[in-house]
């Protein structure tokens, strides 16, 4: 949605769009072009209408879609990657799930190999664990083999919010970025309480919701962090 964009844009929102890319030929491309023109135009969007220091970074969602296009192969899909941080520059890029191996054991062992060949190749990218990732169980195993630079922490997933803030914080122990999400089917209670364990734990990046719609959840999450704020400041005394 053009017009969404802009909007998340001119709020200044420091992740976007977290755009979701599903089907190949749909959505990608047979060559991958539609997903480069998009990042393209992501990035070109952000410079016309961005205020000048505004620098968010891009985050995309290829729903193992990559892996798919390129039958797994991951020299040639390492090699796209690269063309697509090029076309989000000078932003920094975030890839969820280029690819969706058929077992866990497989999905990390892509994951690494994957990271190993862009540090090879110079590409500084960011790539986000999310399938085969969801217990905590699983996140702490993915941190354990440093397969992921980031992971997508689904909080209905994890059960209690217990168990949401130990992934949050194990993630940050061992050196993996941790991104505090969920899904879009959640509540605007479930959401502010999310944006608490965000504040509290200091995640990498936090994803809007509830909905699809951006403005909602941008305006639930944001009022909530100002509102615990200024509670907070208002009960720490005034320096002498």
Excluded at 51 to 73: A, N, Q, W
Excluded at 153 to 165: A, R, S, V
Aim: glycine share 8%; hydrophobic share 40%.
């Amino acid at each position: 949605d053009p017009l969404q964009l802009d909007r998340v844009i001119l709020k200044r929102v420091e992740l976007l769009p977290h755009a979701s890319f599903t089907l190949v030929e749909e959505h990608v491309g047979l060559k991958g072009e539609k997903l480069m023109a998009f990042a393209l135009e992501v990035a070109k969007r952000i410079g016309e209408i961005g205020e000048s220091d505004y620098r968010p970074r891009i985050h995309l969602d290829v729903y193992g879609t990559l892996g798919e296009l390129f039958e797994m192969k991951l020299e040639p899909l390492a090699d796209y990657l690269g063309r697509l941080r090029e076309a989000a520059a000078p932003y920094e890029l975030l890839v969820e799930s280029p690819i969706i191996a058929g077992t866990q054991e497989q999905q990390i062992e892509s994951f690494r190999e994957v990271r190993a060949l862009l540090k090879s190749k110079g590409i500084s990218l960011g790539l986000v664990a999310d399938e085969w990732c969801n217990t905590l169980s699983d996140i702490k195993l993915f941190a354990e083999e440093k397969a992921s630079d980031y992971v997508q922490i689904k909080t209905p997933d994890l059960g209690g919010i217990n168990n949401t803030i130990e992934a949050v914080l194990y993630c940050k122990a061992h050196g993996m970025g941790a991104g505090l999400g969920g899904t879009a089917n959640e509540t605007d209670q479930s959401a502010r309480i999310s944006t608490h364990i965000g504040l509290a734990c200091g995640p990498d990046f936090q994803l809007s919701k509830p909905g699809l719609g951006a403005d909602e959840a941008i305006m639930i999450q944001t009022n909530e962090m100002a509102r615990t704020l200024a509670v907070l400041k208002s009960r720490t005394p005034a320096a002498a």
